[in-house]
Structures are given as C-alpha cells and as structure tokens.
C-alpha cells in the first residue's frame, strides 16, 4: 500500500483519444518513454488496438494501472496546443453534460488538429527518409507533396516506423498554434465615439464598466425592450474592455447574423475583429484563431463555437438575444448551452458576462430576480439624448412585479399600448372566415400593405414555415403524402415543383393519383414562406418581394447578400421564417404582418407558451425603429391566449409572472432540471428494450444512490422516425441530473441531451 502511495518512477499519463470510437469512452493510461515530458493540453500520437489516434494529455505523472500499458508513440508539437482554462473548460463541460472529456474537448481543437495533423520531412532529411528501413513509400510521397495527413503516413509506413521517424526528428508534425500567446499590442488608437448614450443606456454602461474595472467575475442581465439600444451599451463597454488592454467575445444565436454585427463592432474596433462560425473555410477560420491567440484580435465576434477559441485575456462577455434556442447544441455531444458555458468561462477568466435580451429565458430571469444576476432594464425604444428617457432600473431581488393573466381575458396588469413600441393588432382568422373572406391575409393586412406601399415604406411578413404548403392530402381517402425515412409530412415546393422533407431532405415528385386509393382529388394544404411571397404578388404584383428562409439562404454569402439587398431598399417587402425575427435593423421597415400565430402555441411541449411570445415580440420589434412608428397585425385563431395578448401588450413582467406559475405547478424549470436521452435504432422492437434496460438500471442508480430523480418513459419521441431510424427517449427530472447519468455507461445509438431547450 505504501508503494502505491509514492510518485511512480516511470511516468504515465492519461490521455483523451480523439477518435470517433473512442469519445465515448473513458479516459486511456499511457506510459511516457524516457526523457519525453508531456504536458497537459498537448497532443500526442497513441497505439489504440491495432492502429493509431491522435489524443489530448489531460493528466501526467499519474500513478500506473494494474494491467500492462503501452507507450506513446510521438509527441506531435513542442508545446501544448490547449492552455489550462481551456483544460478547465473543457472538464466543466463534461461534468455538466453527461459526456466523455474527449467529446469536451474536441471543440477547442482547431480544424487541423481535430480533423488530422499532418507531417513533414524537417529540412534536408529526405535522404535519411529515403534510407530508413520500411520508409522507401513514404519518402516517394513526399517528393510529390509538401506534407501528408498523420493517418495517411502511418498507411505508407508501419506506425511504429512514423514513430520512429517523429522521435529521430526526420519527420516533424504539423500543428496549429492554438495556445493563447497573449502579446501586448501596445497602446490602441480606436476612432471617436458613435452615437451618444440615452441616460438609460449610460446607467446601464456605467454598472457594466465599474465591473470591468474591478477585474473580477461579474454577470448582468441586460433587459431592454426592441429597439431600445443595447447594442449601444454593449459597443460601450467593450470599448472600455479593449482599452483596458483585455478582449472581448460577442455571441450571436445565429450565422445569418453574424455579417450586421461585424460591420457594427468593425466600425468601432478597425482591424481588431476577428469573426468565428461553422461555415467559414479552414483557411479563414485558421487565420481568425491565430490572430485571436497572439491578441492581435481584440473583438472576436461568432456563434456559439466562438467559446472554444483560444482567447487570451479576455475581459467582456456578450451573449446576445440569450434566450434563443440556437444557443443550444442539438444531437451531438457535448449538448452545451452556449449561454451556460460563457457564464463558466467569465468565472474562469474573471470576466464579466452580459446576457441581452428583449424577451430573456424565464429561467435567465428568474436567476436574475434570485440575485445570480444584475439586473439592468432599458425599458424604453432608444431615443436622442435631448429627448426624455427613463433612467435603467436596478431591479431587487423579490420586488413585486404585474399580477399574473387569467385565462381567455387581458392580463391583469394590462396597460395601454406602449407609445414608443409598435401597436400591435390582433385579428381574430375564425371572425375573417365567417365574414367570408377564405384568403390567406386579413382585411386589415392588405389595407396596411397597400398603404405601406404607397408610402414607399418596407414591410415584414413572417411565417414560420417554408414552402408551398404544409401537406399533400387525398380528399377520398385522406392519405397524406409522408417521408418513407422520417413519417413525417413531405413539404411542396413549388419553386421545385417537388415534395420535400424538411428533416432528412428527401425529395420526391408530388403524386398525380394518390398511393392510397388510387383517386385523383389530391390537394395542397396550408402555406409556407413560398406561397406567402406568391399571393403577395397577385395581390401586388408592382411590390419588389425578398424571400428569406432555409432555402433561399443555403448558399455560401446569401445571408449577407439578403441582408444587403432589402437594407438598401432594393426590395419593399420581406418574406421570411424566424430568420426575419432574430436581430434585424431596417429603419425603413414600418409594418410587420404575422401570417398565422398559432403554428408554435399548440406543440406538447412546456416550453411552447414561452417560443410563441418570444417569436412574436421579437419579430414585431422589427417594425418602427426609424422615424415613422411601427404597426404589427397578428392572424391568429386563438387571440385569447395568454402568449399573443402579453406580446400585444409587449408585457414582459405579466407574461413571465403567468409562465413561472404554470412551471411551479408543474415542477417544470427553473424548478427542477431535466435530461433527456434518446436512443435511436433501425428496428423499433430493439429501442424499447434498450430503453427498457437503461431506465432499470437508472432505477437502480437512483435508489442506490439515494438521489431525488424521476424517470419518465419509457416513450416514442415526438419525431418518432429520423432518417430511416426510430426514436425513443427517457426524461430524467433531477435536481443534478447529470450526477445520476455519470453513473450510467450508456452505449452507441445513445444521445445525451442535459438541461434540453425542448422536448420536442
């Protein structure tokens, strides 16, 4: 026992295998040949089976396992490609959500790590390559080429001979440099300052700065209604951050919105930003990375993978619209809330984190109402300094706020339309039908259309669904044309003039007899954002129409060509999906119409009420942020819900005071934490016994461990069936879930999702 007590003479360490096969595994033991000292956070080549894997040393000097261990192969750089926040990061993110410290860490490695480091001969040694036994292949490839992936050079020579090669230096690996090498810049000259501050904003600005100053961890919730500026505090505050000599990260829900807010930040911050996103090319998302590393980046600006750069000293965390779901990774591991993982990373770097929003996750603002947050309001549209302006309230924890809605009635806390917001009208669709109007645009609509159009205004028109319509039907029969892999509604397209399904892409021609009965009465049912743009234009043929949905934006720049064309006033009338809802600035833009707003209300899942108002506000905040005030008109069939009348009262405080009820009831979150697990298979018979067994064995974890969980499941998942597979899924009700789920090793087909944004 003693001996197991002292430092192991032969250094060992354990390492996170980057390998698909491996992720999901636990972490391996290596012995560390002589002279070697690896350090955590760098990468290293290691015998897996009979092949080899490129692995992240997590621990060194670890004592040895009781069994035989292999030793590395080549320690590939001379220095660790991670840094220790990132290490700690990444230990946080598997904790939190249930994955392997490999799967972790897979996001902090660039692109060239991740995906296969490369090797080359070191300068003047392809005649000792040519010489040395097993490498002749080898040698004959690289008089052809400069380098060759790792992989690729182990297929040409014996692994153990690519060791021997990378040890004797005649090869060398190629490896980005990801470890933060902050480097002082020297002194910044930055342009002079845009537009003033409201006294709302610089209350806002000067709580924001007195933590920056402070150095240490701090996180505000900034709830400011549409339009009412915050992105003005936000170039503010990291202004003050960037002189401070420190950097800044500013997240976006979305990619379409990264091009606006790097051309905001670009004119405050000249050739200090660097922009990070999934769909840049290798070559730009290499060089953002490099120059975000040496510090030559002050601003980083992205979605959500933007967390995982190798930031230096960074001192100001914006999370912009927090309460979007995209913010949430779906379906691959780690399942992180970029939301969560800031706020973990400000702690970490003694940063402060700002999260903004119009309409903050109730959640987010129940932690802010508890004290986990500073709470910072503007509650005003953004106004010039001369005009009057309320000044940003401080809000303390447990103060009143407006009484909850009752059922089929105006909230309790009703007010008057707010005078600096848009006015929002409801149409009530079952009093249109019974007028006789069958069409797809209210009265109301297409009065405020033309007048709009006549005025030489902009108008939004909004639905959340694209295509041509919602499902093809037999009228005999009623059979409806459905995805073979996924049993799901096929879309037309009428642009196609093809059936689409929306979650594996199949595409098939619409059927001139119907598969069922054999009838002809086949018909097209509901609409989408293509069959909105078509009746915009019979009944305004003259109006320059935009489309901008899924799939009008596939291509490479069509986010920033969309965004180009209708801020330029190339077109008089958007049509659009949640992309129009999220973040857009268009000054011209007086009227924004909502085709129908029950698509989100009635889904099964807790979180529909919060989706439907969220979606509303936000996109009736596109409307009035020039000069000219704004009008929004809501379709709906159900005008008394209690979503559509708090968004058309744009009343934040009644609607989330009604919502938090409804989850205390319910024990839904903030209350109580939820995990989902979903296991997927091509035979549906094996996933309800897989289901079967791990929901016994979590059972038994839960009872053993004395911990406070339900299960709930065994159970079809609401997509039931997936590209060709089917889907079941457990939900785990836990004040810590992911305690319990640590516990269980879960197999491949599992999906692990802690803390889900749905349940859908």
Same mark, same amino acid.
């Given at each position: 026992?003693?001996d197991?007590?002292?430092?192991?003479?032969?250094p060992?360490?354990? $390492?996170?295998?980057?390998a698909?096969?491996?992720?999901?595994g636990?972490?391996l033991?290596?012995a560390?040949?002589?002279?070697?000292?690896?350090?955590?956070g760098?990468v290293?080549?290691?015998?897996l089976?009979?092949r080899?894997?490129?692995?992240v040393v997590?621990?060194?000097?670890?004592?040895?396992?009781?069994?035989?261990?292999?030793p590395?192969l080549a320690?590939?750089?001379d220095?660790?490609?991670?840094?220790?926040?990132?290490?700690?990061?990444?230990?946080?993110?598997a904790e939190?959500y249930a994955?392997?410290l490999?799967?972790?860490l897979?996001?902090?490695?660039?692109a060239?790590?991740?995906?296969a480091?490369r090797?080359?001969?070191?300068?003047?040694?392809?005649?000792?390559?040519?010489?040395?036994?097993g490498?002749?292949?080898?040698?004959a490839?690289?008089?052809r080429r400069?380098?060759?992936?790792l992989a690729e050079a182990?297929e040409?020579a014996?692994v153990?001979?690519?060791?021997?090669l990378?040890?004797?230096?005649?090869l060398?690996?190629?490896?980005?440099d990801? @470890?933060?090498?902050?480097e002082?810049q020297?002194p910044i000259?930055?342009p002079?300052?845009?537009?003033a501050?409201t006294?709302?904003?610089?209350d806002a600005?000067?709580a924001?700065r007195? %933590?920056?100053?402070a150095?240490?961890?701090?996180s505000?919730?900034l709830?400011?209604?549409?339009g009412?500026g915050?992105?003005?505090?936000?170039?503010?505050a990291?202004?003050h951050?960037v002189q401070q000599g420190?950097?800044?990260?500013?997240?976006?829900?979305d990619?379409s919105?990264?091009?606006?807010?790097?051309?905001?930040?670009?004119?405050w911050f000249?050739? @200090?930003?660097?922009?990070?996103?999934?769909?840049?090319?290798?070559?730009?998302?290499r060089?953002?990375w490099a120059r975000i590393a040496s510090g030559?980046a002050?601003?980083v600006?992205?979605a959500?993978?933007?967390l995982?750069?190798?930031l230096?000293?960074?001192?100001?965390?914006l999370?912009d619209?927090?309460?979007?779901? %995209?913010?949430?990774?779906?379906?691959?591991s780690p399942?992180?809330?970029?939301?969560e993982?800031a706020l973990k990373l400000?702690?970490?770097?003694?940063? $402060?984190?700002?999260?903004?929003?119009?309409?903050?996750?109730?959640e987010t603002y129940?932690?802010?109402?508890e004290?986990a947050?500073?709470?910072?309001?503007?509650p005003r549209?953004?106004l010039?300094?001369?005009e009057?302006a309320?000044?940003?309230?401080v809000?303390?924890?447990?103060?009143?706020s407006?009484?909850?809605?009752?059922?089929g009635?105006?909230?309790?806390?009703a007010?008057?339309?707010?005078?600096?917001l848009p006015?929002?009208?409801?149409?009530?669709?079952r009093?249109?039908?019974?007028?006789?109007?069958?069409?797809m645009f209210s009265?109301a609509l297409?009065?405020e259309l033309?007048?709009?159009?006549?005025?030489?205004?902009q108008a939004?028109?909004?639905?959340?669904r694209?295509?041509t319509?919602?499902?093809v039907?037999?009228?005999d029969?009623?059979?409806?044309v459905?995805?073979d892999?996924?049993?799901l509604?096929m879309?037309y397209h009428?642009?196609?003039d093809?059936?689409?399904?929306?979650?594996?892409?199949?595409r098939?021609?619409a059927?001139e007899?119907?598969?069922g009965?054999?009838?002809?009465r086949?018909?097209y049912?509901?609409?989408g954002?293509?069959?909105?743009a078509?009746e915009?234009?019979?009944?305004?043929p003259r109006?320059?129409?935009? !489309?901008?949905d899924?799939?009008?934006?596939?291509?490479r720049?069509?986010?920033?060509?969309?965004?180009?064309?209708?801020?330029?006033? %190339?077109?008089?009338i958007?049509?659009?999906?949640?992309?129009?809802a999220?973040?857009?600035d268009f000054?011209?833009?007086?009227? $924004?119409?909502?085709?129908?707003?029950?698509?989100?209300?009635?889904?099964?899942d807790? !979180?529909?009420?919060?989706?439907?108002?969220?979606?509303l506000?936000?996109?009736?905040?596109?409307?009035?942020?020039?000069?000219q005030?704004?009008?929004v008109?809501?379709?709906?069939?159900s005008?008394q819900?209690?979503?559509?009348?708090?968004?058309r009262?744009?009343?934040y405080?009644?609607?989330?005071? !009604?919502e @938090?009820?409804?989850?205390?009831?319910?024990?839904?979150p903030?209350?109580?934490?939820?995990?989902?697990?979903?296991?997927s298979?091509?035979?549906?018979?094996r996933?309800w016994r897989?289901?079967?067994r791990?929901?016994?064995?979590?059972?038994?974890?839960?009872?053993?461990?004395?911990?406070?969980?339900?299960l709930?499941?065994?159970?079809?998942?609401y997509l039931?069936?997936?590209r060709?597979?089917y889907r079941?899924?457990i939900?785990?009700?836990?004040p810590?879930?992911?305690?319990l789920?640590?516990?269980? %090793?879960?197999?491949?087909?599992?999906t692990?999702?802690?803390?889900?944004?749905?349940?859908?």
């Amino acid at each position: 026992m003693g001996d197991r007590l002292t430092q192991p003479t032969t250094p060992y360490v354990e $390492v996170a295998l980057q390998a698909r096969t491996a992720r999901l595994g636990r972490l391996l033991t290596y012995a560390v040949p002589r002279a070697w000292t690896p350090r955590p956070g760098q990468v290293v080549w290691a015998p897996l089976q009979q092949r080899a894997e490129v692995g992240v040393v997590v621990r060194v000097g670890v004592f040895p396992p009781a069994f035989p261990t292999r030793p590395l192969l080549a320690i590939l750089g001379d220095r660790p490609l991670l840094g220790a926040r990132q290490m700690a990061l990444a230990a946080w993110l598997a904790e939190r959500y249930a994955c392997s410290l490999a799967e972790a860490l897979s996001g902090f490695l660039p692109a060239g790590a991740r995906a296969a480091p490369r090797v080359r001969p070191a300068p003047d040694t392809l005649a000792t390559l040519a010489g040395h036994a097993g490498a002749d292949r080898l040698a004959a490839a690289f008089r052809r080429r400069r380098s060759l992936a790792l992989a690729e050079a182990a297929e040409l020579a014996r692994v153990a001979v690519v060791a021997d090669l990378l040890r004797a230096g005649v090869l060398q690996a190629v490896l980005p440099d990801a @470890l933060p090498l902050w480097e002082e810049q020297g002194p910044i000259s930055l342009p002079a300052l845009g537009s003033a501050l409201t006294l709302a904003q610089h209350d806002a600005y000067a709580a924001l700065r007195d %933590a920056l100053d402070a150095r240490a961890f701090a996180s505000f919730l900034l709830h400011g209604v549409t339009g009412s500026g915050k992105t003005h505090v936000y170039l503010h505050a990291a202004r003050h951050a960037v002189q401070q000599g420190r950097q800044v990260l500013v997240l976006v829900s979305d990619i379409s919105l990264v091009p606006a807010a790097e051309r905001r930040f670009a004119e405050w911050f000249p050739g @200090l930003v660097a922009v990070v996103h999934s769909e840049r090319r290798p070559t730009e998302q290499r060089e953002s990375w490099a120059r975000i590393a040496s510090g030559q980046a002050r601003v980083v600006v992205g979605a959500r993978s933007a967390l995982f750069t190798p930031l230096g000293d960074v001192g100001l965390v914006l999370v912009d619209e927090e309460h979007e779901a %995209a913010y949430k990774q779906q379906d691959v591991s780690p399942t992180y809330h970029a939301r969560e993982l800031a706020l973990k990373l400000g702690e970490l770097a003694g940063a $402060v984190v700002v999260l903004g929003s119009a309409t903050p996750d109730v959640e987010t603002y129940w932690r802010a109402r508890e004290g986990a947050h500073r709470l910072l309001t503007l509650p005003r549209r953004y106004l010039p300094p001369a005009e009057p302006a309320a000044r940003a309230a401080v809000v303390v924890p447990g103060a009143t706020s407006a009484a909850p809605m009752s059922d089929g009635a105006a909230p309790a806390s009703a007010a008057p339309p707010r005078p600096d917001l848009p006015r929002v009208q409801v149409v009530d669709l079952r009093a249109e039908l019974a007028a006789g109007n069958t069409g797809m645009f209210s009265r109301a609509l297409l009065g405020e259309l033309a007048r709009v159009l006549d005025l030489g205004h902009q108008a939004i028109l909004f639905l959340n669904r694209r295509g041509t319509a919602t499902c093809v039907i037999c009228r005999d029969c009623g059979y409806t044309v459905s995805c073979d892999d996924c049993l799901l509604p096929m879309i037309y397209h009428g642009d196609l003039d093809r059936l689409l399904c929306h979650h594996c892409n199949r595409r098939r021609r619409a059927p001139e007899r119907c598969p069922g009965c054999g009838g002809r009465r086949i018909r097209y049912l509901g609409a989408g954002t293509q069959r909105v743009a078509d009746e915009v234009r019979r009944h305004f043929p003259r109006a320059r129409l935009l !489309r901008w949905d899924r799939d009008t934006a596939a291509q490479r720049g069509a986010h920033d060509r969309l965004w180009d064309q209708f801020a330029s006033g %190339a077109a008089d009338i958007l049509v659009g999906t949640q992309m129009v809802a999220k973040g857009l600035d268009f000054p011209s833009v007086t009227l $924004v119409g909502v085709v129908l707003a029950d698509a989100s209300l009635h889904l099964p899942d807790y !979180r529909a009420g919060e989706r439907a108002f969220q979606l509303l506000t936000q996109v009736a905040g596109r409307a009035g942020r020039g000069q000219q005030p704004g009008q929004v008109i809501v379709q709906t069939y159900s005008p008394q819900h209690y979503a559509i009348q708090a968004a058309r009262l744009h009343d934040y405080a009644g609607f989330w005071e !009604r919502e @938090l009820a409804f989850r205390r009831t319910h024990a839904y979150p903030p209350f109580r934490r939820l995990a989902r697990l979903i296991f997927s298979d091509s035979d549906e018979a094996r996933c309800w016994r897989e289901c079967g067994r791990v929901l016994r064995a979590l059972r038994a974890e839960a009872s053993a461990s004395a911990q406070a969980a339900q299960l709930i499941g065994p159970a079809p998942a609401y997509l039931r069936r997936l590209r060709g597979r089917y889907r079941w899924q457990i939900v785990v009700a836990a004040p810590a879930p992911e305690r319990l789920l640590a516990a269980a %090793a879960l197999p491949s087909g599992w999906t692990v999702d802690v803390d889900p944004t749905s349940l859908l």
